[in-house]
């Protein structure tokens, strides 16, 4: 029978640095399962005193984020006293920042989610890509950073919100057979079109269940193998013929997907540069 092993996650934030770090790392452990603690905006000694009587009651590693020194203090001495190991995830990287930059870093808890312009940046980011869904407001789509285009079911919507919390904005068109694409997309002077496809087997097996869910009928086109592997086909004609970039989604994970697209983002983003500059 496997142990169970604890970990809490202390913060004076929000904890989701804490949390993606944790989760980054317990990964690389397939034989370890792992229960999580979460205690998120500590600020105060009286809060603290909650999180080590659970970390009394649940013994087990702590990682923590802490910018206030007292706080910080009091809880790693409470780890040395219950013989228990603490990591401060952030130290290492603000102090090679800090050499590096030269200043001393600000110190103040959830800094990073302060209301900035690159906070309203997000905000405008995600309306649009609500608003932008499916091919809808197409007389927007020039607006766009990037635009997704895709048959049914290769997690075009998903990937345009996850974009949209980085500052990104994204539309997506769906590619569906028998329908015309709703705009000219030679005419868009700024976005950068990204192609998304999927192996015909795994897009059959997900719009399957889709439609389970729906209570809808199953014996479709729309899950027909062979309508399926020529909508495939035909999309990837169609992406060869306008010349974008493709990523296939088969096995990739919305939060690989948008990292693909935001490296061909920076890419196109330098090669304009260096343009500019020759």
């Known amino acids: 029978m496997t142990e169970t092993r604890h970990i809490h996650l202390v913060s004076d934030a929000t904890g989701e640095t804490i949390n993606s770090i944790a989760?980054?790392?317990?990964?690389?452990?397939?034989?370890?399962e792992v229960q999580e603690h979460f205690w998120s905006l500590i600020r105060s000694p009286r809060q603290l005193d909650m999180v080590m009587e659970g970390i009394r009651g649940w013994p087990g590693l702590v990682l923590y984020t802490f910018v206030d020194e007292t706080l910080r203090r009091r809880l790693e001495e409470f780890c040395r006293t219950q013989n228990i190991t603490s990591i401060a995830v952030l130290d290492p990287v603000l102090k090679g920042m800090a050499a590096h930059f030269g200043v001393a870093s600000a110190q103040a808890p959830g800094k990073q989610h302060a209301l900035d312009a690159e906070y309203f940046d997000r905000i405008d980011a995600m309306d649009y890509a609500l608003a932008q869904d499916d091919g809808h407001a197409t007389e927007k789509l020039d607006e766009a950073?990037?635009?997704?285009?895709?048959?049914?079911?290769?997690?075009?919507?998903?990937?345009?919100?996850?974009?949209?919390?980085?500052?990104?904005?994204?539309?997506?068109?769906p590619l569906i057979p028998g329908h015309p694409m709703p705009i000219?997309?030679?005419?868009?002077?700024?976005?950068?079109?990204v192609g998304l496809t999927k192996d015909p087997d795994s897009l059959v097996e997900i719009r399957?269940?889709?439609l389970h869910l729906l209570q809808q009928n199953e014996e479709t086109q729309y899950v027909d193998p062979e309508k399926v592997r020529e909508e495939v086909q035909d999309a990837r004609r169609f992406f060869a013929r306008i010349g974008c970039p493709v990523i296939d989604v088969t096995r990739r994970s919305i939060?690989?997907?948008?990292?693909?697209?935001?490296?061909?983002?920076?890419?196109?983003?330098?090669e304009k540069e260096l343009r500019e500059k020759s």
Do not use: H
């Not at 000219?184 to 079109?193: A, D, N, R, S, V």
């Open 184 to 193: 000219e997309l030679t005419k868009l002077g700024k976005p950068m079109i």
């Open 145 to 173: 950073d990037v635009i997704i285009l895709g048959v049914s079911r290769t997690s075009k919507t998903p990937t345009c919100v996850y974009l949209a919390n980085r500052g990104i904005k994204a539309g997506n068109i």
């Open 208 to 210: 399957r269940n889709r």
């Open 23 to 32: 989760r980054a790392c317990v990964a690389q452990f397939d034989n370890v």
């Open 255 to 270: 939060e690989e997907t948008a990292a693909e697209i935001i490296m061909l983002l920076n890419k196109r983003a330098l």
